[in-house]
């Protein structure tokens, strides 16, 4: 049935069609019947892993980038992930870069963006998230309380990673102010928390992954986050999200400063700047390329870091993976977690089920 689905959505513009399948989710998540049909369509075994202290349903989650406001957690839930990471969520409203900024490339199964964090900013997605914010957020937008009002339930029964990065208008010498104000933000909304550096579409924001730069922020981070656990009686996760572009002293030096500072897990990898074999016409777009051509490059690095960390640091495996077989193999690698998106174009929701059923 998706192929029928995708071949109408690839007539579309790639970010159209994503409006549109999210409004979509967005939707059956509101009315409980269709998402409840929705869950029994898609309903995967129950494949329970404990990571960085939280118990995941199955290790098969959504990426960042899907749902960046957290608009559509209820309907997403329905679709058998073991987690969902919305965002990346900016303290002000954005609206990242100009359009066009999404493009398919269907001969190699992928996708190039360079979105630019477009975010409705951290008040909005915070009320997406509790429903008292929701309440004084519709009641300062249109000036008045509703006199009946059924109370949001929790968005989801899966794990809940909210991603941060900051505002392009942010340098980044004072980057750790706008991490520090997000981390606060969701310490209590959150089941865990990923610091974004990665992301090549926000100017300047890969320098933050140098060994200074990375140190100081996530020493700050890490002194924030005590007192917020303290604060709300939880253990709060952070991991820190790693462009596949680093080089192997950059790595090493990225790796030791996540693991002196008390991270508690890596990200790897986001969307990469190369674009070696590709076929498609848009291959020379700008921005991060996600999908099949990511895969090798992806599981590269994951053995590196496997290799490096010596099992002293959970990884989430994400970028290439299209296939049952290559969520299974990053798992075998040992990846903790694995996370898709752009498979999701190409194969539809089903992926999930699909992927938990092997492992």
């Not at 999404?102 to 360079?114: G, T």
Request: aromatic residues 6%; glycine residues 10%.
């Amino acid at each position: 049935m998706y192929d029928s689905i995708r071949s109408l959505l690839f007539r579309l513009d790639p970010e159209r069609a994503h409006e549109l399948t999210l409004r979509a989710i967005r939707l059956a998540g509101k009315v409980r019947p269709v998402g409840w049909m929705l869950s029994q369509l898609f309903k995967a075994p129950a494949k329970p892993v404990e990571v960085f202290g939280l118990k995941f349903r199955n290790p098969v989650g959504l990426a960042a980038g899907y749902d960046k406001d957290g608009v559509a957690i209820h309907g997403l839930d329905t679709l058998g992930f073991g987690h969902i990471e919305i965002g990346t969520v900016t303290p002000l409203p954005q609206e990242g870069n100009p359009r066009p900024r999404v493009f398919r490339l269907v001969e190699d199964e992928a996708v190039i963006n360079r979105m630019g964090f477009p975010s409705r900013g951290t008040e909005f997605v915070q009320t997406q998230l509790d429903p008292n914010l929701h309440m004084g957020f519709v009641e300062r937008t249109f000036g008045f309380r509703p006199r009946f009002y059924v109370a949001h339930r929790r968005p989801t029964q899966a794990i809940l990673g909210v991603n941060l990065g900051k505002n392009k208008t942010t340098p980044n010498e004072e980057a750790v102010f706008d991490y520090l104000s997000l981390l606060q933000n969701y310490s209590r909304l959150a089941d865990y928390l990923t610091i974004n550096v990665s992301s090549p579409n926000t100017v300047g924001l890969r320098q933050l992954q140098g060994r200074a730069a990375l140190e100081s922020l996530l020493i700050h981070l890490h002194e924030q986050r005590l007192l917020e656990e303290k604060r709300w009686e939880k253990k709060l996760p952070l991991l820190v999200k790693l462009a596949p572009d680093l080089a192997a002293g950059e790595l090493d030096d990225a790796l030791d400063v996540i693991l002196r500072t008390c991270m508690d897990g890596v990200i790897a990898t986001n969307t990469t700047l190369a674009r070696e074999g590709l076929r498609s016409s848009q291959r020379g777009e700008s921005g991060g390329l996600s999908g099949a051509p990511l895969r090798v490059r992806s599981e590269e690095f994951l053995h590196q870091i496997v290799k490096r960390a010596e099992g002293r640091l959970p990884i989430v495996s994400v970028g290439g993976i299209m296939s049952p077989e290559d969520a299974k193999r990053r798992l075998d690698m040992g990846a903790a977690l694995v996370q898709v998106y752009t498979g999701l174009i190409y194969r539809g929701p089903g992926l999930v089920r699909e992927i938990v059923k092997v492992l």
